[in-house]
């Protein structure tokens, strides 16, 4: 049997269920689909894939191609949409099987929609490699989701199994498709050099893992720490990994509950694992919403006016705007990266200083992030507009005690800004 693996945001071989199933075949194509449509300014003005993302997802894949190598194996990368380029592949190589990591979104879904309904003849699988559960273990059906993360942690810790235990790397992988010519890399964008501390690719987001758990220990002060708006140890730094696949959240929990038994266990190493469920409440609350997760109550359906976007880009680097969000704004788009703390600021000046729809904010940060996650990031922006989850009238931060509070003396403005 030849089997079609089509690569997402699976881009690892440590504990990955999609590549397990995919090697149940005499011949193996491994596949990543560079979509044109990241690259085309959407109905915001920005891209969906910008730059930062960008070079981090393409160290990823050749990261991931050298270990698909050192196992006999090749990758193919065209630059094509996936409901043409699959099938496409599919039938320049007669194979009989496609196997996907199950995807988050709505476009995604409608996506591998689009390929099952083309290839008729093929059997079509999709395998869980993003989450910590799989849905069969939930305690509860996904259209019974619980309306707030606090009832879905409760419910998630009560159930007692924890998290699926993750796979080691395969040892072999069956035979490489015959080479047809059908690699299309050349055509891609170019990635550039970004000023980013991160660099993508599997063996990146284990050594970071490891030195974050293990050599600095920093996990022991996380609760403590994770607000600071911009200290490289105080939080896991993990996201980048987590997003593209290259690390996998049920690896990272494996190797959390490791450290409890062999060094301690405190409230910051399980603060950890709380912040990772709030990740996994969010990639069900995607799928569970759909197209509701791009939508606001107050206009169903409709798109944001490309005036209100201007206003917001003027808004970004205006001298009266809070010298907070011109801060933000300056590190976001420069590094690709906001600590958590900085993400929330920003939403709530957008959304309640700023009075703009949040779409738009959250069509900023996908963009500019190099750790972008749909389910985290459109569910975080409604959770902070109160239009998503637990919508008890949004979540407000008052800019100014923000900065007495996380920047006191001025260094973090001073760093992007040049100013105090």
Request: glycine share 6%; aromatic share 12%.
């Amino acid at each position: 049997m030849t089997t079609v693996y089509w690569l997402t945001r699976d881009l690892r071989l440590d504990d990955n269920p999609a590549l397990y199933e995919a090697s149940k075949a005499s011949t193996l194509a491994c596949v990543f689909i560079i979509d044109p449509r990241w690259f085309e300014p959407g109905s915001y003005g920005w891209s969906p894939m910008g730059p930062h993302r960008w070079a981090f997802t393409w160290q990823s894949l050749m990261a991931l191609e050298a270990s698909l190598q050192a196992l006999g194996q090749r990758l193919i990368v065209r630059w094509q949409t996936p409901e043409d380029g699959i099938p496409e592949v599919v039938r320049a190589l007669g194979a009989e099987r496609v196997v996907a990591s199950r995807p988050t979104a709505v476009d995604e879904s409608r996506q591998w929609q689009l390929i099952t309904a083309s290839l008729p003849d093929v059997q079509c699988d999709l395998v869980e490699t993003l989450t910590l559960f799989d849905e069969a273990d939930l305690p509860f059906e996904l259209e019974a989701l619980p309306t707030t993360f606090s009832a879905f942690r409760r419910a998630i810790e009560k159930s007692g199994p924890g998290p699926v235990n993750p796979l080691m790397i395969p040892a072999s992988l069956p035979a490489p498709a015959p080479d047809l010519s059908l690699d299309q890399r050349l055509q891609r964008p170019f990635s550039g050099s970004m000023a980013s501390r991160f660099v993508g690719g599997e063996a990146c987001g284990v050594k970071h893992l490891a030195g974050y758990l293990w050599e600095d220990r920093s996990i022991l002060t996380y609760k403590e720490t994770r607000n600071a708006l911009d200290d490289w140890s105080a939080s896991s730094k993990l996201s980048p990994w987590l997003a593209s696949g290259a690390l996998s959240a049920r690896r990272v929990v494996a190797q959390i509950g490791q450290f409890e038994w062999d060094v301690t266990r405190n409230e910051s190493t399980y603060w950890l694992y709380f912040e990772l469920l709030w990740r996994e409440y969010f990639q069900w609350y995607s799928r569970y919403r759909g197209s509701l997760l791009f939508n606001s109550p107050e206009h169903p359906g409709q798109p944001v006016s490309l005036i209100g976007v201007s206003d917001f880009k003027r808004w970004l680097v205006d001298p009266t705007t809070h010298i907070l969000v011109r801060a933000g704004r300056a590190q976001l788009e420069n590094t690709g990266y906001l600590s958590n703390r900085m993400r929330q600021i920003l939403a709530s000046a957008c959304v309640y200083d700023g009075q703009f729809d949040w779409r738009i904010g959250a069509a900023w940060f996908e963009h500019f992030l190099v750790d972008y996650d749909v389910a985290s990031n459109y569910g975080n922006w409604q959770y902070i507009a109160g239009v998503g989850a637990d919508p008890r009238g949004g979540r407000v931060f008052k800019l100014d005690k923000q900065l007495s509070q996380f920047d006191p003396e001025g260094a973090y403005c001073q760093r992007w800004l040049g100013q105090p």
